[in-house]
């Protein structure tokens, strides 16, 4: 029976780094759509303004409103934009040098930080680069992209402040986005600044949790979390017969019998905790993931159905093994 045990364990533990691969697969997907919106989430908000407000104005209202953790960026086209910001910004890919600090989105001096295919536009007489704007020279501080090819790769990012904004222009001639935690709680704050309220998501959602564009790019991997899970119920079965097949035939009491149910359940539960862990740590290890916490969780949140499937699945008393004993 010890064999049969360390086959299955070796089984649960090959199941999950599955789950893992398929979860580190959506992830490298979700990372790359995220970098071809210029590293902004899914979630971002877009908002179309007709106003004649000026940008610079809109900074100045924006940080008189007090708000925090949040990302706006100002765009002029799919290869131009204005950025300011509060609180922690996401993660850049970046190859060279830093992306902007809070001390950028106050200072009078804008600064660039450009996309990789873009480093033969800039004027670089001695070690550090310029992008030209207009007959205005701007310091190039980092340098963003990936090894694979995506849209962030061809933009140009310019820091604002309240104190100055680059060739300041209207709402009207801009495409707004607003990326951040808060931006459920602050939505009609921002609506009154821009002055518009009309505003979309960057993955347009149809339902108030999930949109149509969620369930489709998620679909595979639900479906293939599905089939891993229908094959771990069947792990648990496989594991609850060779429980029983070894125990089937001693006669114990109901007392003793409903310990013994117990124990073996702690046993399993054993067996399939310590194969999740070695399965995660695997994943963790070898593949790209984001959420590890989440997703460990998850995790044991399933192991924990498991457990209880097990336990279900083991005779409840002495009378199921009265029946096995005279029926040979």
Same mark, same amino acid.
């Given at each position: 029976?010890?064999?049969?045990?360390?086959?299955?364990?070796?089984?649960?533990?090959?199941?999950?780094?599955?789950?893992?691969?398929?979860?580190?697969?959506?992830?490298?997907?979700?990372? &790359?759509?995220?970098?071809?919106?210029?590293?902004?989430?899914?979630?971002?908000?877009?908002?179309? &303004? /007709?106003?004649?407000? +000026?940008?610079?104005?809109?900074?100045?209202? !924006?940080? *008189?409103?007090?708000?925090?953790?949040?990302? !706006?960026?100002?765009?002029?086209?799919?290869?131009?934009?204005?950025?300011?910001?509060?609180?922690?910004?996401?993660?850049?890919?970046?190859?060279?040098?830093?992306?902007? &600090?809070?001390?950028?989105?106050? &200072?009078?001096?804008?600064?660039?930080? *450009?996309?990789?295919?873009?480093? *033969?536009? =800039?004027? /670089?007489?001695?070690?550090?680069?310029?992008?030209?704007?207009?007959?205005?020279?701007?310091?190039?501080? @980092?340098?963003?992209?990936?090894?694979?090819?995506?849209?962030?790769?061809? $933009?140009?990012?310019?820091?604002? +402040?309240?104190?100055?904004?680059?060739?300041?222009?209207?709402?009207?001639?801009?495409?707004? =986005?607003?990326?951040?935690?808060?931006?459920?709680?602050?939505? /009609?704050?921002?609506?009154? !600044?821009?002055?518009?309220?009309?505003?979309?998501?960057?993955?347009?959602?149809?339902?108030?949790?999930?949109?149509?564009?969620?369930?489709?790019?998620? *679909?595979?991997?639900?479906?293939?979390?599905?089939?891993?899970?229908?094959?771990?119920?069947?792990?648990?079965?496989?594991?609850?017969?060779?429980?029983?097949?070894? $125990?089937?035939?001693? @006669?114990?009491?109901?007392?003793?019998?409903?310990?013994?149910?117990?124990?073996?359940?702690?046993?399993?539960? =054993?067996?399939?905790?310590?194969?999740?862990?070695?399965?995660?740590?695997? @994943?963790?290890?070898?593949?790209?993931?984001?959420?590890?916490?989440?997703?460990?969780?998850?995790?044991?949140?399933?192991?924990? !159905?498991?457990?209880?499937?097990?336990?279900?699945?083991?005779?409840?008393?002495?009378?199921?093994?009265? /029946?096995?004993?005279?029926?040979?």
């Amino acid at each position: 029976m010890r064999l049969k045990k360390i086959i299955l364990d070796c089984l649960l533990v090959g199941l999950t780094v599955l789950g893992m691969l398929t979860i580190s697969q959506r992830a490298k997907t979700n990372y &790359s759509q995220r970098l071809n919106h210029n590293s902004l989430s899914e979630n971002a908000v877009i908002f179309n &303004s /007709k106003s004649q407000q +000026s940008i610079q104005k809109t900074i100045q209202k !924006i940080d *008189a409103a007090k708000l925090s953790h949040f990302q !706006i960026q100002f765009n002029v086209d799919s290869r131009f934009s204005y950025v300011y910001a509060k609180g922690k910004l996401s993660s850049v890919p970046l190859k060279d040098g830093r992306f902007f &600090s809070s001390y950028d989105f106050k &200072s009078q001096i804008p600064v660039v930080v *450009a996309g990789q295919s873009r480093l *033969a536009e =800039l004027y /670089k007489p001695a070690s550090q680069a310029y992008y030209q704007d207009h007959g205005r020279y701007l310091s190039v501080i @980092g340098v963003v992209g990936t090894n694979q090819t995506t849209t962030l790769d061809q $933009h140009i990012f310019v820091s604002t +402040s309240p104190e100055f904004v680059l060739n300041d222009r209207p709402l009207n001639k801009v495409t707004v =986005l607003v990326d951040g935690p808060q931006m459920g709680a602050h939505l /009609k704050t921002y609506q009154k !600044i821009f002055k518009t309220t009309k505003h979309s998501y960057l993955t347009p959602k149809t339902t108030p949790l999930v949109g149509v564009n969620w369930l489709r790019q998620n *679909a595979g991997v639900i479906a293939v979390i599905a089939v891993l899970m229908i094959i771990a119920v069947g792990f648990t079965y496989l594991f609850s017969q060779v429980i029983n097949g070894y $125990h089937a035939q001693k @006669g114990l009491s109901t007392g003793l019998y409903r310990k013994f149910r117990v124990a073996q359940t702690q046993i399993f539960a =054993l067996h399939l905790v310590v194969s999740s862990i070695i399965g995660f740590s695997i @994943g963790s290890w070898f593949f790209y993931l984001t959420g590890r916490t989440a997703i460990f969780i998850g995790l044991m949140i399933i192991d924990l !159905i498991l457990i209880g499937i097990f336990y279900y699945l083991i005779p409840k008393g002495k009378n199921n093994i009265l /029946k096995k004993r005279f029926s040979h």
